[in-house]
């Protein structure tokens, strides 16, 4: 990767391309081995919908929060496992919904008055890709197994 950039941490920027599978049900994201690398972790009895997103070894990585009533579905990243406005590290909205596509605005916390995003995520039926605000060069893909016949 010619220009890193770390959001969260750099300890989980690698140099090279890696799979990984994400299992919505159980919360935890897979290696190539099948090894449990991150786990989401759904906190109860929270006004917030709080997601927890902890690393193999227990580690808090970020705490995700559904701001309620916001037009745009609006959810705020911290760092570790934290709600202190000083431990914001980006925040991210809906931004255009159809039937076959959504896309998600991503603002960086020290971007403050959101006039441009940071990043954009669109998802379709078979793939997430983000941007880097408005580049048109991809930054991150994730495509959607094919459905095996039932």
């Known amino acids: 990767m010619a220009n890193q950039a770390s959001i969260i941490s750099s300890d989980y920027c690698l140099p090279d391309s890696v799979n990984l599978q994400f299992n919505t049900k159980m919360g935890a994201v897979y290696n190539e081995n099948g ?9 109860t009895f929270t006004r ?3 997601r927890v997103l902890y690393d193999n070894k227990g580690k808090p990585i970020v705490t995700l929060y559904k701001k309620f009533k916001t037009m745009h579905g609006r959810w705020q990243v911290f760092e570790g496992k934290s709600d202190d406005l000083s431990k914001l590290l980006f925040s991210a909205k809906l931004s255009s919904k159809t039937q076959k596509k959504v896309r998600l605005d991503v603002f960086k916390a020290n971007n403050e008055d959101e006039s441009r995003c940071d990043f954009r995520v669109v998802i379709d039926e078979n793939e997430s890709t983000v941007y880097a605000g ?8 994730c495509e959607s197994p094919p459905q095996k016949d039932q």
Not at 35 to 43: H, R, S, T
Not at 134 to 141: I, M, N, Q
């Open 48 to 50: 917030h919908k709080r």
């Open 134 to 141: 408005e580049s048109p060069t991809p930054a991150a893909e």
């Open 35 to 43: 090894d449990v690398v991150f786990n989401v972790i759904k906190e």
